[in-house]
């Protein structure tokens, strides 16, 4: 079983920046993938940015140009650097591991854009 803890998230005014990390309980040598997502409230939960196999990063088109994916191998720990953020970026952000078949969650660290 692998745990994964989030942090970092908070409450900030529109185009200020916020740094979200998610720890694991496992090594990330062996990872297949790793991806941040968000829901809002009566949302769905949509993927944010993800690295895939081969080192790919993807982002979702609302966020290219303000928000970076990095992780550090040595720490187990996954980035996500989030710049010039808007209202629409409020939500739950949710971190996902994948080991092989096996998909990890962690428990979200909420994000609030407010005046």
């Known amino acids: 079983q692998v745990q994964l803890v989030e942090s970092g998230g908070g409450v900030v005014q529109p185009g200020g920046s916020l740094r979200l990390s998610c720890a694991a309980t496992?090594?990330?040598?062996?990872?297949?993938?790793e991806a941040w997502y968000r829901q809002a409230p009566g949302g769905v939960r949509e993927l944010v940015a993800a690295?895939?196999?081969?080192?790919?990063?993807n982002y979702a088109d609302a966020v290219k140009g303000r928000f970076t994916i990095s992780r550090d191998i040595a720490k187990n720990t996954l980035y996500l650097q989030m710049s010039a953020l808007k209202p629409g970026d409020a939500a739950g952000y949710f971190c996902?591991?994948?080991?092989?078949?096996?998909?990890?969650w962690g428990q979200g660290t909420q994000v609030t854009v407010s005046s």
């Open positions: 996902n591991f994948r080991y092989g078949p096996n998909g990890y």
């Open positions: 690295i895939t196999p081969g080192d790919n990063i």
């Open positions: 496992r090594n990330m040598f062996d990872i297949y993938s």
